[in-house]
């Protein structure tokens, strides 16, 4: 990677890592907040779903029109509404303004994350695509391990100034993508890549331009019957299944081994070292070695059984063991589905990445609910219907990806 794609990549990644840790900061300060305004349970569940559901609405649309007006105006309006959401955030002095923020921030926070994946694809070779992917995850994983660490400092004499910090650094992300950040897409009337979506292997023989404003649910469509298709909805089982987890796995260890809040907040930490580490320095050279459908199909697998193994854990070590190895094994999915997505979306990068943030979105809408659901059935339940979506993943991912084979 030359020096002017590792410096697009570090503004990219700062760009994320704010956002997430605007995103880790909210999580534990919005029960305070919740209370403060005199609502509740209910409330609370409103509007964390309704922010999964305007990035689920908002991320395909975003991503399509980073196709047609370029990868830096996008990102710039994801930066600045989410800094500007941010400030209303601490401004908040009601609960319904508190939730008209909360809906704006998935709207236009919805913004960066194709357009992020979508300027990577543009300017990486593929064979580095895992990598740069990877070191956005990392990113990602970094600002949700800080966000509540941060929060928790700063919050100590106001609730509101985690709202005004985070959004003090994305203003300071804005203006590097504004100053620095170079655009990536320019339209053409013709490409030496392939015709987006059809999953034929690349030539350099020129092709006719697609029309330049093609209808949205045309465009949708299509992607959903390419063999993209298959990998959103393994990004969908995915997401599924690892928010089936994120969603119960501190309220499981405390019904079911009493851990106190160290306890916990140092499986979270462990969770966040390993998934910093295997996405920023693994999925590299594993990619090189194994392939992305390979380090596709051992993830899901892997993912399946680490499930099973925290369900099966007897004490704080062999949980610790056990979610190391299920977010060691998962975390290498993120990258490597990114990656290999990106070779079948020819000149819709950004609507393919758009997608792709919907499909993890609808998967944290429905995960959550799913996961809540059947924790008080049983609380295994979650670890074993995880395990079994991954298990079905993996049993697509044989399949499909042996179709995209033989075309």
Known sequence: MNPASRKNLFILSFTLLVVMLGYGMVMPIMPFYIEHFGAGGTELGWMMSTYSLMQLIFAPLWGILSDRCGRKPILSIGVLGYAITLFMFG?????????????????????????????ISDNTAQK??????????????????????????????????????????????????IFLLPESRIASSTTVHPPPLNGQIPTNEPVPAEPEHPRTRDIYVRVLLSPAGILLLLIFIMSFGMTNFQGMIGLYVIDKF???????????????????????????????????QRLIKI?????????VLVALAIDYITT????????????????????????????????????????????????????????DINIEYPFFSGAATLALGWLVSLIGFQKQTKQ
């Not at 800080?146 to 003090?168: K, Y």
């Not at 306890?263 to 996405?279: L, P």
């Open 91 to 119: 401004l908040a002095k009601t609960f319904t303004m508190l939730f008209i923020a909360r809906s704006l921030s998935g709207i236009l926070s919805s913004a960066t994350m194709p357009t992020a994946m979508a300027y």
């Open 299 to 307: 993830g899901l697998l892997g993912g399946a059984i680490g499930f």
């Open 320 to 375: 610790l063991l056990a979610l190391g190895f299920f977010i060691l094994t998962l975390a290498l999915i993120g990258p490597a589905l990114n990656s290999y997505i990106s070779v079948f979306a020819g000149e819709h990068q950004g609507t393919v990445m758009g997608l792709n943030s919907a499909a993890t979105s609808l998967g944290r809408v429905v995960g959550p609910l799913w996961g809540g659901y059947i924790y």
């Open 128 to 177: 580095e695509k895992s990598k740069g992917m990877g070191q956005l995850g990392a990113m990602i994983g970094a600002g949700v391990i800080l966000g509540p660490l941060i929060a928790g400092l700063l919050s100590t004499d106001s609730l509101s100034l985690p709202f005004f910090v985070g959004s003090g650094l994305a203003f300071v992300a804005l203006l590097l993508v």
């Open 258 to 292: 009493a851990f106190d809040t160290t306890q916990v907040g140092a499986i979270w930490m462990v969770m966040g070292i390993v998934m910093i580490v295997s996405q920023g320095v693994l999925v590299g050279p594993l990619t090189e070695r194994l392939g992305e």
